[in-house]
């Protein structure tokens, strides 16, 4: 079992001066490693032999709007945090901290998470779940930049692996994540091939 799916981990350097062009280009890199990941390897969540019939996966465009470099406010509860699971399980996190954005002018706040090796860990659910993208909400993995900032890229949000299967377990974003604001960016609604319908 994956904690949070960490096979969408980007891994590029992202220089502190961003280049628009440039990071859509990565963008579009990283997508194409993630649908050959998806149609090809054995560690794919897709079942086997939704693998054959895999078109890939939807995202929406590159915004560059929703690429953020932010300040982490860690004025938050040290109180660790329970998360139910898609499974009924629950799994715990700590708050590392707030980041404050704005998204078309409409003000809006999350919290980022750390797991227990440290790592950050952001789940949202925002207007478009359940219509757009998936239900249960997406996923990010923020990237320190410093001590009290970060880079929140929702370009790279992406479903968890229970989208795909559910024999996985997931965490499902708390409350305090559910956003008022629409955020289109990173991946959509999973939509399986047509082949099953034949």
């Known amino acids: 079992m994956h904690d949070h799916d960490h096979q969408h981990d980007h891994d590029e350097d992202h220089d502190h001066v961003h280049d628009p062009h440039d990071e859509g280009h990565q963008l579009e890199h990283y997508r194409e490693a993630v649908n050959e990941f998806f149609a090809t390897d054995p560690q794919s969540p897709l079942p086997h032999e939704e693998q054959h019939h895999f078109t890939g996966l939807a995202f929406y465009p590159f915004n560059p709007d929703l690429h953020l470099h932010l300040s982490l406010d860690r004025d938050v509860s040290n109180d660790p945090i329970s998360m139910e699971t898609s499974t009924g399980d629950n799994r715990v996190f700590h708050r590392a ?31 478009t779940s359940g219509s757009e993208t998936y239900g249960a909400g997406r996923y990010l993995e923020p990237e320190p930049a410093d001590d009290d900032t970060v880079h929140v890229d929702f370009n790279y949000l992406y479903n968890p692996y229970c989208a795909y299967n559910e024999a996985y377990s997931c965490p499902l974003p708390p409350r305090e994540n559910w956003l008022k604001v629409p955020i289109r960016a990173g991946e959509k609604t999973y939509v399986r091939s047509s082949e099953s319908a034949h």
């Open 97 to 127: 901290g707030k980041v404050h954005f704005a998204v078309d002018g409409q003000p809006a706040e999350v919290t980022i998470y750390a797991d227990e090796e440290g790592g950050l860990f952001l789940p949202i659910r925002d207007q």
